[in-house]
T-cell receptor, first 110, second 114 residues
Framework: GQNIDQPTEMTATEGAIVQINCTYQ??????LFWYQQHAGEAPTFLSY????GLEEKGRFSSFLSRSKGYSYLLLKELQMKDSASYLC???????????FGQGTELSVKP | DTEVTQTPKHLVMGMTNKKSLKCEQH?????MYWYKQKAKKPPELMFV???????INESVPSRFSPECPNSSLLNLHLHALQPEDSALYLC?????????????FGPGTRLTVT
């Protein structure tokens, strides 16, 4: 299979930093996406990694290690509006097909 | 314009009804997707169209019938659905090429089958 694992839930405090991890099977890997999804809304694209290293986009950064089958999404200066589900999704060489992890429900508390 | 639109937003249908979901994008994307998402679960891919041709069917039951009339439109025709088909149906689009491209999602149609 192509299991993609991420924690089910995380809680963090407003203004803090949180790291959401994602592990995946490496065979056939062709890129990894992070999406944010607020309840009842569509997923929105956050970041894309295909090479090893860190991609930074404002308060959000994403890291990839292809050899370890590991990625993380780092959220800095957390805001209440960051409370959402964060989905890790991997493309496995199948013409655009994405395999999604189960999502991490992040709750940001005051 | 980076928007994918879907209609209707909500749909309630009986098990004997026939209805259609519609999706539209004007980003020039040549790949379009249908996903099904149940509550507290990730999106599950149903179909992929590439250059208006069906390229992936994830063994979806025939009561779901996709159609791609042109490069901007994607339909999902529904017939004889079951209550367990109730879910959020998401449409997405992306570029096509040798690389991997982000998918832009529409707001979804929340379907209830009674």
């Amino acid at each position: 299979g192509q299991n993609i694992d991420q924690p089910t839930e995380m809680t963090a405090t407003e203004g803090a930093i949180v790291q959401i991890n994602c592990t995946y099977q490496t065979s056939g890997f062709n890129g990894l996406f992070w999406y944010q999804q607020h309840a009842g809304e569509a997923p929105t694209f956050l970041s894309y990694n295909v090479l090893d290293g860190l991609e930074e986009k404002g308060r959000f950064s994403s890291f990839l290690s292809r050899s370890k089958g590991y990625s993380y999404l780092l959220l800095k200066e957390l805001q209440m509006k960051d409370s959402a589900s964060y989905l890790c999704a991997v493309n496995y060489n199948q013409g655009g097909k994405l395999i999604f992890g189960q999502g991490t429900e992040l709750s940001v508390k005051p | 314009d980076t928007e994918v639109t879907q209609t209707p937003k909500h749909l309630v249908m009986g098990m004997t009804n026939k209805k259609s979901l519609k999706c539209e994008q004007h980003m020039g994307h040549r790949a379009m997707y249908w996903y099904k998402q149940k509550a507290k679960k990730p999106p599950e891919l149903m179909f992929v169209y590439s250059y208006e041709k069906l390229s992936i069917n994830e063994s979806v039951p025939s009561r779901f019938s996709p159609e791609c009339p042109n490069s901007s439109l994607l339909n999902l025709h529904l017939h004889a659905l079951q209550p367990e088909d109730s879910a959020l149906y998401l449409c997405a689009s992306s570029q096509v090429g040798t690389g991997t491209y982000e998918q832009y999602f529409g707001p979804g149609t929340r379907l209830t089958v009674t």
